[in-house]
């Protein structure tokens, strides 16, 4: 079985300030984890994935992730928040041995840019 | 172009009405989904389909019924609304295997009188 835990239900930070949203996973098969961005009133949108590949991943809008499995974590990062990072952070772990993809979502985190 | 569409955009009505939500995809998936998103932005998924046929069923009331009359297409349809069922209701569609990025529709926002 997949799970997620994100820490922090919500994140506050000033405008151009470091971002760390963090995430930790739980997962019975070699797992594909997601960050998905949601703001306000909208769908959601892929901001990066990790699938076995390099462990370091850059997204969009200069967002990174970094798979650890020794800390079972993959943390979202950013170096400098624009009032526009603001919105609810989805961490997302799927995996499975059927083939057939289920998300299994964190409870998200909400971000606030202060200017 | 819009890649995952849904219709309605908002529902309400009152509760033991009947209503169904409509999704279609033209990104040539072959996997759809339904999810929930409560008040409290906790998303959980309903339903999935591959090609037509139903491969993720979660812990749904059976008044909930999805169909997918073809792989572009998965509606569904909810029987004798609750005050419960309020809450945003998201179609996304995929290729299938885990790796694959998931592509959300807008959602549609249920509100049960």
């Known amino acids: 079985a997949q799970s997620v835990t994100q820490l922090d239900s919500h994140v506050s930070v000033s405008e151009g300030t470091p971002v760390l949203l963090r995430c930790n996973y739980s997962?019975?098969?070699?797992?594909?984890l997601f960050w998905y961005v949601q703001h306000p009133n909208k769908g959601l949108q892929l901001l990066l994935k990790y699938t076995s590949a390099a462990t370091l991943v850059k997204g969009i809008n200069g967002f990174e992730a970094e798979f650890k499995k020794s800390e079972t974590s993959f943390h979202l990062t950013k170096p400098s928040a624009h009032m526009s990072d603001a919105a609810e952070y989805f961490c997302?772990?799927?995996?499975?041995?059927?083939?057939?993809?289920?998300?299994?979502f964190g409870t998200g985190t909400r971000l606030l840019v202060s200017p | 172009d819009t890649a995952v569409s849904q219709t309605p955009k908002y529902l309400v009505t009152q509760m033991g009405n009947d209503k169904s939500i409509k999704c279609e995809q033209n990104?040539?998936?072959?996997?759809m989904y339904w999810y929930k998103q409560d008040s409290k932005k906790f998303l959980k998924i309903m339903f999935s389909?591959?090609?037509?046929?139903?491969?993720i069923n979660e812990t749904v009331p059976n008044r909930f019924s999805p169909k997918s009359p073809d792989k572009a297409h998965l509606n569904l349809h909810i029987n004798s609304l609750e005050l419960g069922d309020s809450a945003v209701y998201f179609c996304?569609?995929?290729?299938?295997?885990?790796?694959?990025?998931?592509?959300f529709g807008p959602g549609t926002r249920l509100t049960v009188l």
């Open positions: 997962s019975s098969y070699s797992p594909s």
């Open positions: 990104l040539g998936h072959d996997t």
């Open positions: 996304a569609s995929s290729f299938p295997t885990s790796y694959n990025e998931q592509f």
């Open positions: 997302v772990v799927t995996g499975s041995n059927t083939g057939f993809q289920k998300l299994v």
């Open positions: 389909y591959n090609n037509k046929e139903l491969i």
